[in-house]
């Protein structure tokens, strides 16, 4: 029953993301996937320039957005799936700002090079001074 469960949510049930504060290329999305990476710019590219990186939400990169806008990292922090516990869960990915979940009201760091912060329904994602909104959709 196990195997056969994660072959038909080998992604997880999804999650919807609002941004409630920043400028990215749409102000909602609705995704299923085992990783998702969150950043500046698209698409991120190395000195050669090679892509290194492809942003699943992409936050804008130009002098309107600025001042928010610039304090996320162009690889900031990604989402995974974790099978194991049926949860997503948000790493940072060594960012300038840090990332931050609140939930309730309390504030819980992402540690860099840790396990990652478990997403709820309601949680905000602080990425630098950006800000989103999460929604878990429920297993079918």
């Keep these: 029953?196990?195997?056969r469960n994660s072959?038909?949510?080998p992604h997880g049930?999804?999650?919807?993301l609002a941004?409630?504060?920043?400028?990215?290329e749409k102000r909602h999305y609705s995704l299923q996937a085992s990783r998702i990476d969150l950043g500046r710019q698209a698409e991120v590219r190395n000195s050669r320039p090679?892509?290194?990186r492809t942003n699943h939400?992409?936050?804008?990169?130009?002098?309107?957005?600025?001042?928010t806008n610039h304090s996320v990292s162009r690889c900031q922090a990604h989402i995974m799936y974790d099978r194991a516990t049926?949860?997503?869960?948000?790493?940072?990915?060594?960012?300038?700002h840090g990332t931050v979940?609140?939930?309730?009201?309390?504030?819980?760091?992402?540690?860099s090079g840790s396990r990652g912060v478990r997403l709820c329904s309601g949680d905000e994602l602080v990425l630098g001074d950006a800000r989103l909104r999460i929604k878990v959709r429920p297993a079918r």
């Excluded at 049930?13 to 919807?16: A, E, K, S």
């Excluded at 992409?58 to 001042?67: K, Y």
């Excluded at 979940?101 to 540690?111: A, F, H, L, N, T």
Aim: aromatic share 6%; glycine share 10%; proline share 2%.
């Design 86 to 96: 049926s949860s997503y869960r948000v790493h940072d990915d060594g960012s300038a």
């Design 7 to 9: 072959w038909t949510t």
């Design 57 to 67: 939400i992409a936050f804008l990169d130009g002098a309107e957005q600025a001042t």
């Design 50 to 52: 090679r892509l290194i």
């Design 101 to 111: 979940v609140v939930r309730s009201g309390r504030s819980i760091e992402v540690s």
């Design 19 to 24: 941004i409630t504060r920043g400028v990215a």
């Design 1 to 3: 029953l196990t195997r």
């Design 13 to 16: 049930p999804g999650l919807d």
